[in-house]
C-alpha cells in the first residue's frame, strides 16, 4: 500500500468513513414532486430520540463520575476519561442515530462541484481536526462547570452532533440534495453558532477553541448550497421517491 493510501486509510477508520457500503440513493419523483411527510417526521423524531438518548449519557457520566473517588485514582485519570469520553461521543455520536449514518465518501465524489470545491481526501482530515478542537473545548466547559457533564452547554452540544448526523442521513447516505439544504442551515450550523456562543459564555477560551467548527460549517453550507445548484435544483424538502 502506498503513503498516501496508507494515510487515507488510517484518516478514513478514525473518522468512520467507509468507501464500500451499498447504495441507498433515493430518487425523486422530480415529474410529480411531492412532500415525503413520512421522511420529514422520521427525521424528526429520530434527531430528537438522539438527543435524548445522548443528554441521558450525559446524565450517566454524571453519577459514574459521582460513585468515583479522584483521590484513589492515578494522576491525570480523572483528565484521560473525561477527554476519552468526549472523543467518543464526538467521533462515533451516530451509535445513538436511529438513521442510517453511514460515512461515504462516494456520494461527493460522484456529484458536480464547483471549482472550489475541497478534494475529497480534504474533508476527514478537516473533521478529524475540528474533532480534536470539540474535545478540548468540551473538556475546558466541563472543568469550569465544577466537572458537570449534564449542563446546558453540553447538552447543546450533543444536540448539534444530532443534527449533523440526521443532516448525513439525508445528504450522504439518501441523496436528497435539496432536503440538504435548509436542514445543513437550520440544524448544523445554526446549532454550531449556539453551542460556539454558550462556550464563549461559559469559558472564552472554549468559545475561541470550538469557533473554527464554525467557520468551516459555514464553508460547507455554501457548499451544499453550491452542489444543489449544479445538480438538478431538486425542491428544498424530501420527496416521494418515483
Given at each position: 500500500?502506498s503513503?498516501?493510501?496508507?494515510?487515507?486509510s488510517?484518516?478514513?477508520?478514525?473518522?468512520?468513513v467507509?468507501?464500500?457500503?451499498?447504495?441507498k440513493?433515493?430518487?425523486?419523483?422530480l415529474?410529480n414532486?411531492?412532500w415525503?411527510?413520512?421522511?420529514t417526521?422520521t427525521y424528526?423524531g429520530?434527531?430528537?430520540?438522539?438527543?435524548?438518548a445522548?443528554?441521558?449519557?450525559?446524565?450517566g457520566?454524571?453519577?459514574?463520575?459521582?460513585?468515583?473517588?479522584?483521590?484513589a485514582?492515578?494522576?491525570?485519570a480523572?483528565?484521560?476519561?473525561?477527554c476519552?469520553?468526549?472523543a467518543?461521543?464526538?467521533l462515533r455520536?451516530?451509535?445513538?442515530s436511529?438513521l442510517?449514518?453511514t460515512?461515504n465518501?462516494g456520494?461527493?465524489?460522484?456529484l458536480?462541484?464547483?471549482?472550489?470545491a475541497?478534494p475529497?481526501?480534504?474533508f476527514?482530515i478537516?473533521?478529524?481536526?475540528i474533532a480534536?478542537l470539540?474535545?478540548?473545548?468540551?473538556?475546558l466547559?466541563?472543568?469550569?462547570?465544577g466537572?458537570?457533564?449534564?449542563?446546558?452547554p453540553?447538552?447543546?452540544?450533543?444536540a448539534?452532533?444530532s443534527?449533523?448526523d440526521t443532516?448525513?442521513?439525508?445528504?450522504t447516505?439518501?441523496?436528497r440534495?435539496?432536503a440538504a439544504?435548509?436542514?445543513?442551515?437550520v440544524?448544523p450550523?445554526l446549532?454550531?453558532?449556539v453551542v460556539?456562543?454558550?462556550?464563549?459564555?461559559t469559558v472564552?477560551?472554549?468559545?475561541?477553541?470550538?469557533?473554527p467548527s464554525l467557520?468551516?460549517?459555514?464553508?460547507?453550507?455554501a457548499?451544499?448550497?453550491?452542489?444543489w445548484r449544479?445538480?438538478?435544483?431538486?425542491p428544498l424538502?424530501?420527496?416521494?421517491?418515483a
Open positions: 500500500m503513503d498516501s493510501k496508507f494515510v487515507t488510517g484518516i478514513n477508520t478514525v473518522m468512520g467507509n468507501d464500500g457500503t451499498r447504495d440513493t433515493i430518487q425523486p419523483d415529474a414532486p411531492q415525503d411527510k413520512r421522511a417526521l424528526l429520530a434527531t430528537i430520540a438522539q438527543v435524548a445522548m443528554t441521558g449519557l450525559l446524565w457520566m454524571d453519577l459514574a463520575f459521582g460513585s468515583l473517588n479522584p483521590t485514582l492515578p494522576q491525570g480523572v483528565t484521560a476519561i473525561a476519552g469520553f468526549f467518543f461521543v464526538t455520536s451516530r451509535l445513538f436511529l442510517d449514518n460515512r465518501s456520494r461527493y465524489t460522484s458536480q462541484r464547483p471549482g472550489w475541497p475529497p481526501l480534504a476527514p478537516v473533521w478529524m481536526s480534536v470539540r474535545v478540548v473545548s468540551a473538556y466547559v466541563w472543568s469550569a462547570l466537572q458537570t457533564f449534564l449542563c446546558l453540553l447538552i447543546l452540544y450533543v448539534h452532533l443534527l449533523g443532516w448525513n442521513t439525508i445528504f447516505v439518501e441523496g440534495l435539496g439544504v435548509p436542514m445543513v442551515m440544524g450550523l446549532s454550531v453558532a460556539t456562543f454558550s462556550y464563549f459564555q472564552s477560551l472554549a468559545g475561541w477553541i470550538i469557533l467557520v468551516w460549517l459555514a464553508i460547507a453550507t457548499l451544499c448550497i453550491s452542489l449544479l445538480n438538478g435544483q431538486e424538502y424530501p420527496v416521494i421517491s
